[in-house]
């Protein structure tokens, strides 16, 4: 993991459980162009798992709380270098977001294949496996 003074944005892998399924949370780009992982700039004074927990919120309108960090992901927009981390984030309820953004919550395999990016869909299979390590630590 970079120290927090390298990274520039956080944001989040959310998940909810629907029944027995388990869904993940993506969101149209700000460009409304690709389906991405709700993240955002770290503010000065503010750590990345704020940072984190307040994008999903003002982009998603999804209240979340952090449960392990992910990662990293790291890519060029226009001028800029950004250095992301990203947290698995399970939904604990709703806010109100002023953005304009599609959101969808989806099954795992149809989150994969609607990613646009590389490095997201390498996350989010961590947080897939997370959760398999997780479920097999509970049955032991």
């Not at 120290?3 to 520039?8: E, H, K, V, W």
């Not at 999903?56 to 001028?79: D, F, M, N, P, Q």
């Amino acid at each position: 993991m970079l120290t927090a003074s390298l990274l520039t944005h956080a944001g989040g892998i959310v998940f909810r459980n629907s029944g027995q399924a388990r869904q993940y949370l993506v969101i149209t780009s700000s460009r409304g162009t690709e389906w991405v992982l709700p993240k955002g700039h770290i503010e000065k004074g503010e750590t990345p798992e704020a940072a984190a927990v307040r994008e999903v919120r003002e982009e998603a309108g999804v209240v979340a709380e952090i449960l392990h960090a992910l990662g990293t992901a790291e890519y060029r927009k226009g001028s800029e270098q950004v250095r992301a981390q990203f947290y698995l984030m399970r939904a604990v309820g709703t806010a109100e977001t002023t953005e304009q953004r599609s959101i969808q919550w989806i099954p795992y395999r149809e989150a994969l294949e609607l990613l646009s990016f590389p490095d997201v869909r390498r996350l989010l299979k961590r947080a897939e496996e997370w959760h398999f390590a997780a479920s097999d630590s509970y049955r032991q």
